[in-house]
């Protein structure tokens, strides 16, 4: 064999090495792109309340739609920026907190559960959340993104709040405390919310923040 032949085989060796060695840099790249992905999607994820099939309402709720439309409306009547809406989001659970006793249903109705805005008297939590996305919804405030939710609280007993879903994630709005918190923040367990692309039907949850 020739010097020309083993130089001719030399090159040849050394593309195919830069050759492989390319590829499998190429794929490294790729898995490092898909792994950074799937991080930045269940980070994502995980700021919203995950929804697991479909749920039938909380009894006292079967009849919501019915008695107050806008309880399950998902129509836009004005358009806010986040920050607007962020702002009035802030005012009225505030308001709704202050401005409302605390009275369970059983000594304002007789019954263990009833859904419906809160009298002169007050309301319990739900009623609480009622009044809120009421309200909201009058400020202009996307209906989509208000969504009662059932959940189990730090003692867990069975308790209501609203759920705003901001773009950086969801939000609650609470009548035990005026903190909005991310919902991963609540030590909530969630059981049941309305759908977000249909308010008029729930979702179940059994996710825990």
């Known amino acids: 064999m020739g010097m020309n032949s083993i130089s001719i085989d030399l090159r040849a060796v050394t593309a195919r090495s830069a050759t492989i060695f390319g590829r499998a840099i190429g794929v490294f790249a790729l898995v490092l792109a898909s792994m950074a992905i799937s991080s930045e999607a269940t980070a994502t994820e995980g700021k919203f309340i995950p929804s697991?099939?479909?749920?039938?309402?909380?009894?006292?709720?079967?009849?919501?739609?019915?008695?107050?439309?806008?309880?399950?409306?998902?129509?836009?009547?004005?358009s806010l920026s986040n920050r607007q809406e962020m702002q009035i989001i802030k005012r009225v659970n505030r308001q709704v907190n202050a401005t409302t006793r605390s009275v369970t249903d059983q000594s304002q109705y007789r019954t263990t559960e009833r859904w419906a805005l809160p009298t002169s008297q007050g309301g319990d939590c739900e009623?609480?959340?009622l009044l809120k996305k009421r309200d909201l919804i009058r400020a202009g405030v996307d209906p989509s993104k208000l969504l009662i939710a059932t959940v189990l609280d730090t003692k867990r007993n069975s308790h209501a709040v609203l759920v705003y879903r901001s773009a950086g994630g969801d939000l609650v709005l609470d009548n035990l405390t005026n903190q909005i918190k991310p919902w991963s923040a609540t030590r909530y367990l969630f059981l049941r919310m309305q759908n977000p692309r249909k308010p008029s039907v729930w979702v179940g949850i059994y996710g825990r923040s």
């Open 52 to 78: 697991a099939y479909a749920s039938p309402p909380p009894s006292g709720a079967r009849q919501l739609c019915r008695q107050y439309n806008w309880a399950c409306s998902n129509k836009v009547s004005v």
């Open 127 to 129: 009623d609480f959340a």
